[in-house]
């Protein structure tokens, strides 16, 4: 059906100019001025109608049609989701338990980018609602190219007891398999440390070492064990490395910030010499012994977690409590 030339109603110039006002005040925000080249797309979309945005409601087949308008729709609802999580919130899940009992493993949190400034990717290409995998096919969820300086938003700062989310700084080289990935230089150094006191000699106590002397060890560590895992690619996977908005994200509260010095004396953070206020349900770990298991009214009551029972089996009786469970 060819489409027909009509003149660009009044109603039609106040939505383009809006949209484009509206865009145009977001590229100041971000500071990134490479989204002007959609301005002309936006001007056709209203005005000119030179592309055909919408073919398909033309077409003769219904089954064109059906699917088409289900594509258009999954693919303006992926872009939006896509935008919404970079500039305004994103949904995170808390992958350890270092800030329980505040927050639980497994919990789903909204973290909202508009607090401290949201971060311009810097891997643009990427497929929304994933970090760096594409679930089912196990391949790279974004494109290394291009790839962006980094440079953040300006917003609001970070304050003394706020729990953030950042990506994982260790994360930026990995191995694929999932059994290794958050532990790969972790790895290098643990089988560098045994194939050295192996084939070259024992490891003295390094605490007992200057500190350049324990830095010349670590490094000779290192450099064994990436040999190592390198050359082990069947049980450890290729090894990666990953940009900064791709590594994996972390929940911490922060205890210190730029400027201050830190210091943690018997379990408490000192911040410039005084003792920093610790957060409510702080837990510390215990070494217990159980004459026998611990009643369920009684676990339920000290608020234990399945985990907390299974971890003080698996490390020999140490067990993080919190104040009023001890």
Not at 251 to 265: D, E, F, M, S, W
Request: proline share 6%.
């Amino acid at each position: 059906m060819k489409r027909k030339n009509q003149k660009p109603t009044k109603a039609q110039w106040i939505k383009m100019s809006v949209v484009c006002l509206l865009y145009i005040a977001f590229l100041i925000w971000i500071r990134s001025w490479w989204g002007v080249i959609v301005l002309p797309f936006i001007f056709d979309a209203y005005i000119t109608k030179k592309i055909n945005w919408t073919w398909w409601k033309d077409a003769e087949n219904p089954v064109t049609r059906t699917v088409m308008s289900w594509v258009d729709a999954i693919v303006f609802a992926l872009v939006a989701v896509y935008f919404v999580n970079i500039y305004f919130f994103q949904n995170y899940t808390i992958p350890s338990s270092s800030l329980e009992k505040s927050l639980l493993v497994g919990d789903y949190l909204f973290v909202s980018k508009m607090s401290y400034g949201p971060r311009v990717p810097q891997t643009p290409l990427s497929m929304p609602l994933t970090q760096h995998t594409m679930p089912i096919l196990g391949t790279k969820s974004y494109s290394e190219w291009p790839q962006w300086e980094y440079k953040r938003v300006k917003g609001g700062k970070v304050q003394l007891n706020d729990i953030v989310v950042f990506n994982y700084p260790a994360g930026d080289t990995v191995s694929l398999n999932p059994n290794y990935q958050a532990v790969y230089y972790r790895l290098c150094y643990g089988y560098g440390r045994q194939i050295y006191d192996q084939m070259v000699a024992p490891v003295p106590v390094l605490d007992s070492l200057p500190v350049m002397q324990q830095r010349s060890y670590l490094l000779q560590f290192y450099e064994l064990g990436r040999q190592y895992v390198a050359q082990n690619q069947a049980e450890f996977g290729e090894v990666t490395w990953r940009p900064v908005d791709r590594r994996e994200n972390y929940v911490k509260r922060c205890v210190g910030l730029p400027g201050q010095t830190l210091q943690i004396k018997d379990h408490i953070v000192y911040l410039d010499g005084k003792p920093n206020k610790e957060p409510d349900n702080v837990q510390y770990n215990y070494r217990i012994s159980l004459k026998q298991n611990i009643p369920d009214e009684l676990v339920r009551e000290l608020g234990l977690s399945q985990e907390d029972l299974q971890g003080a089996a698996q490390r020999g009786g140490v067990m993080p409590l919190t104040q009023h469970a001890y």
